[in-house]
T-cell receptor, first 115, second 115 residues
Framework: AQSVTQPDIHITVSEGASLELRCNYS??????LFWYVQSPGQGLQLLLK??????LVQGIKGFEAEFKRSQSSFNLRKPSVHWSDAAEYFC?????????????FGTGTRLQVTL | DTAVSQTPKYLVTQMGNDKSIKCEQN?????MYWYKQDSKKFLKIMFS???????INETVPNRFSPKSPDKAHLNLHINSLELGDSAVYFC??????????????FGPGTRLTVL
């Protein structure tokens, strides 16, 4: 069964600083990986996804993530954080069961941005 | 245009009551899902429907009964509500492609509070 670990429950960064959120996954086949963001009281918005090909994927809002198969990681990065980036970030691995797919989420990382 | 919509946004009810949450997607997708997000923000899949057929049922109590009248709608009915059912319920949809877990688009969520 697949699983996702987000080691950092809570991260605080200063506005303008760089950001890296960690994600490690466990999945026996080719992983389909996603990062979603959830602002307070809102639904989940897709930031970026990895299916295959280039291991560095670009997303919305200036985010990028790098897939490293050898480390089973898919870390999310942003060179300069804005106050509006404060939110909960979820990493997920998608598994196709043959008839449907399901996402298994990590426990999330709460990002706080100080001015 | 709202891609995935849910009603109601908030639902407060007494233990033992029966309630329903509705979900609609206008993305033309053929697969819809229900997820539960608990008080610690952990997201877990409950059900998946593909073309109105139940595909995934993740050991959810049978008090929860999803119903899909057509591809664009997936409703969740909950009987005999319990305190532990208090959570945020998210609907999502995707277009399944053979052999691949595709991007799921989430609704804004329904916050259910059982008193």
């Amino acid at each position: 069964a697949q699983s996702v670990t987000q080691p950092d429950i809570h991260i605080t960064v200063s506005e303008g600083a760089s950001l890296e959120l960690r994600c490690n996954y466990s999945y026996g086949a080719t992983p389909y990986l996603f990062w979603y963001v959830q602002s307070p009281g809102q639904g989940l918005q897709l930031l970026l996804k990895y299916f295959s090909g280039d291991t560095l994927v670009q997303g919305i809002k200036g985010f990028e993530a790098e897939f490293k198969r050898s480390q089973s990681s898919f870390n999310l990065r942003k060179p300069s954080v804005h106050w509006s980036d404060a939110a909960e970030y979820f990493c997920a691995v998608g598994a196709f069961t043959g008839t449907a797919s399901k996402l298994t989420f990590g426990t999330g990382t709460r990002l706080q941005v100080t001015l | 245009d709202t891609a995935v919509s849910q009603t109601p946004k908030y639902l407060v009810t007494q233990m033992g009551n029966d309630k329903s949450i509705k979900c609609e997607q206008n993305l033309g997708h053929d697969t819809m899902y229900w997820y539960k997000q608990d008080s610690k923000k952990f997201l877990k899949i409950m059900f998946s429907y593909n073309n109105k057929e139940l595909i995934i049922n993740e050991t959810v109590p049978n008090r929860f009964s999803p119903k899909s009248p057509d591809k664009a709608h997936l409703n969740l009915h909950i009987n005999s509500l319990e305190l532990g059912d208090s959570a945020v319920y998210f609907c999502a949809s995707s277009q399944e492609r053979l052999g691949r877990a595709d991007t799921q688009y989430f609704g804004p969520g329904t916050r259910l509070t059982v008193l």
